[in-house]
């Protein structure tokens, strides 16, 4: 489904809260399906249509949901079975498998990451999510080696849905911003 209408979501969201359940344009929290399930809330109207598995509303949330609570499972919901990251990490498989091994690298580097959605916007199968990544830098990453300090840096995304699914995200992230941090 190529959905044709366009919004916008701005302003802080919860990164690790309950699914994001859109009913009569508002955002509802529902219960998680499982302990561990829980994904970002979106908190403004986005039109009903837009929340199903059409929309991939859901997908997102449940891909931020797994990087900020390690729940690989939440992968499966997430991303189609021939999803691609890029630029990909060196060695990163595709499809749900690699998506899985991209959230166990990611909280290996970062074992405490909250990924707190800023903005979102959409335009056809393409939703840009604009992020802060917050968590302890406790493996190397940017070739800094572990410093322990917790440090928060910008990341924009620009994901790909079809199906209902993410098929592509795009990533940027603001290194020279994470530098800043860890030599603080």
Known sequence: MTCTSSWTVRGPVAA??????????SVAEAQPAAAGDAVPVVEAAVPAAEAGAGGGLSAVAHF???????????????????WVDIPAHPGLGTGVAGAQQLVREIRAVFPDLVEAVTGITR????IHVSLQHCGTHAAEFAGV??????VCFRGEET?????GLISTTEHWE????????VKK
């Not at 690790?16 to 344009?25: F, I, Q």
């Not at 335009?123 to 393409?126: A, F, N, T």
């Not at 994901?159 to 199906?163: A, W």
Request: hydrophobic share 35%.
């Open 174 to 181: 603001d290194i020279d911003g994470f530098l800043k941090e």
């Open 145 to 150: 080696p572990a410093t322990y300090k917790y």
């Open 64 to 82: 931020y949901g797994a990087l900020s609570t390690g729940n690989t499972g939440l992968m499966a919901r997430a991303v189609s079975q021939d």
């Open 159 to 163: 994901q790909t849905v079809r199906n």
């Open 16 to 25: 690790v809260a309950a699914a994001a359940v859109l009913t009569g344009g």
């Open 123 to 126: 335009s056809g199968d393409r």
